[in-house]
């Protein structure tokens, strides 16, 4: 990277985080397995299997709603290890016939991730083949359900900071010595694309945070559903409204690092701002739900019935590991308040689950 600065000039923000994330051979998510205690993070799936099992419940009673088409289409947009997909599968049993009419299509770019995917659905009981894409652009049209979790956090963001003489954007560009990375400022500009017209007034040295392909994403999806029918669940971290803030953060080994300190060595995130994503779904025709914070959607969809009936067949042991786990799912001081859900679909379904 810092070769390519030097020959080429700097990078946007947005840029180095595609560079650092999915360069094929250095790239974060090439070959790796981040997760874990072993990893650099954790995620919602891999602390309790309920928050699977509700997903697929979810999955199961929008479905019914959509009038049990037969395939649908199922997708899951980054799937680390299989183990959402897999618990969501085996809670959906439950609903009779949704297995048998589920058509899976996993968007994945990590070839140690799709080994492990592989694995996790292994015993799913579905009865048609498993896909894997690079892109949405691979799904068959149909009926569509999608499903996300910490997805939207890694696409790629632009900074854009007030100054003076208007907008500039940051770039990553070298030290004099050319030893280091260091932020610069681009020419200043009127008024960013995308810039919300709500944000066109913030103070000097503000920093606006815009992720147009989280905004693309919307607008597929929200066209797709409109179009062929269905429904989306995006569940991560962010806010709303709009609003200046420098979001973007690295972590690696569970702990916060400068975000130029380690290039492709180290997770990089922004967080998502749900407005503008909601708003480009919408103006497809496509109709948005939330945010909700995820410790109140996850309550509605049966959090706590569904710890209780897992904690009656479980030893001591393991129904405390229960208990932590909903806990730190819905707890407002941990992942219940920061963490929200999101839902597009079809105009013509009613209110989803958990959107009463």
Known sequence: MMRRIAQHGPLNVAQFMAEALNHPRHGYYANRDPLGAAGDFVTAPEISQVFGELIGLWCAVTWQAM???????LVELGPGRGTLIADALRAA?????????????????????KTRQRTAIENAALVRPVFWHDDLAGVPEGPTLVIANEFLDVLPVHQFQKT????????????????NLRLVLGPPQERPALLDECLIDAP????????????????????????????????????????????LQSVRAHEYHGVLDAPGEADLTAHVD????????????????????????????GLQARAQTLKASANPEQAAMIDVGT??????????????????????????????
């Not at 049993?93 to 991730?113: D, K, P, W, Y």
């Not at 003076?164 to 030893?179: F, I, K, P």
């Not at 407005?275 to 480009?280: G, Q, T």
Request: glycine share 12%.
């Open 327 to 356: 806990q730190r799912l819905s707890d407002p001081d941990q992942m219940g308040i920061l963490f929200k859900a999101v839902v597009l679909q079809d105009p013509e379904l009613p209110t989803p689950p958990g959107f009463e």
């Open 93 to 113: 049993r439950a609903a009779s016939g949704f297995c048998e009419a589920v058509s899976l299509h996993l968007i994945e770019t990590n070839q140690a991730m």
């Open 274 to 301: 749900f407005a503008a994503f909601l708003r480009s779904a919408t103006q497809t025709g496509a109709r948005g739900f939330g945010p909700l914070e995820q410790g109140a959607f996850l309550q509605r969809l």
């Open 204 to 247: 000097l040295g503000s920093v606006a945070e815009i992720c147009p392909a989280a905004l693309s994403l919307a607008n597929i999806v929200g066209t797709r559903l409109k179009d062929r029918g269905g429904a989306a669940l995006f569940i991560d971290y962010g806010y709303s409204p709009s609003q200046t803030g420098e979001t």
């Open 164 to 179: 003076q003489a208007g907008w500039s954007e940051r770039m990553v560009g070298l030290s004099e010595d050319g030893r």
């Open 67 to 73: 009038g049990c088409p037969d395939p649908v289409n």
